[in-house]
């Protein structure tokens, strides 16, 4: 088993519609989560981050932690084709400092 | 202020030969990351240092992969005799400090294609 899961997708929502993007992760000690924003050919960058049980919002993100299930997922409202782009979670487990990155999904926000 | 920066952006070599690859981490950024990622996967990590010293080398595949940092600031990645399969983007990450939550930034990475 992965330590972190995601599907690969790609998931295709149309403009204006809620894009639901879901992450497991395998290590029940896994402290701090976060999805990362990859465009084509460029360096992820930080979307979310959310340490405690729960949904955090920010402006049109929404992440969600149920750690007892194991589970992290991001909500994109009102999709934008700008939002087009591969999802990466990232798990940080215990004392390590190093991110476990799933293989990410690919959103396409269609029109 | 400047972000992460890479040199080169994109290398290409021949197997047998040694690379270099250079990360400058954001002014102040004790803590630094080499991540590897292979097409259409995602990050694999390397190594992490916490100033000039590497806590965590769990990540390196093998014994041509080494890295240093020097000044608490800039750090080498240097692969020797290459491999077709070292062909990856090399990505950089620096954070304020090494705790729990403290976000990664990332470069733009340097894009590796062994011949």
């Known amino acids: 088993q992965k330590e972190v899961e995601q599907n690969s997708g790609p998931l295709s929502v149309p403009e204006g519609a809620i894009a639901s993007l879901n992450c497991t992760y395998s290590d029940r000690v896994s402290q701090s989560f976060f999805w990362y924003r990859q465009y084509s050919g460029k360096s992820p960058e930080l979307i979310m981050s959310?340490?405690?049980?729960g949904d955090k919002e920010d402006g049109r993100f929404t992440a969600q932690l149920n750690k007892a299930s194991q589970y992290v997922s991001l909500l994109i409202r009102d999709s934008q084709p700008s939002d087009s782009a591969t999802y990466l979670c990232a798990v940080r487990t215990g004392t390590a400092s190093k991110l476990t990155f799933g293989t990410g999904t690919r959103l396409q926000v269609t029109l | 202020g400047a972000g992460v920066s890479q040199s080169p952006s994109n290398k290409v070599t021949e197997k047998g030969k040694d690379v270099e690859l250079r990360c400058d981490p954001i002014?102040?950024?004790?803590?630094l990351y080499w991540y590897r990622q292979r097409l259409g996967q995602g990050l694999e990590f390397l190594i992490y240092f916490q100033g000039n010293s590497a806590p965590d080398k769990s990540g390196l595949p093998s014994d041509r992969f080494s890295a240093e940092r020097t000044g608490e600031s800039v750090s080498t990645l240097t692969i020797q005799r290459t491999q077709q399969e070292d062909s990856a983007v090399y990505l950089c990450?620096?954070?304020?400090?090494?705790?729990?939550?403290?976000?990664?930034?990332f470069g733009p990475g340097t894009r590796l294609l062994v011949l």
């Open positions: 990450a620096s954070s304020l400090a090494p705790l729990a939550g403290e976000t990664q930034y």
């Open positions: 002014s102040g950024h004790t803590a």
């Open positions: 959310i340490y405690s049980n």
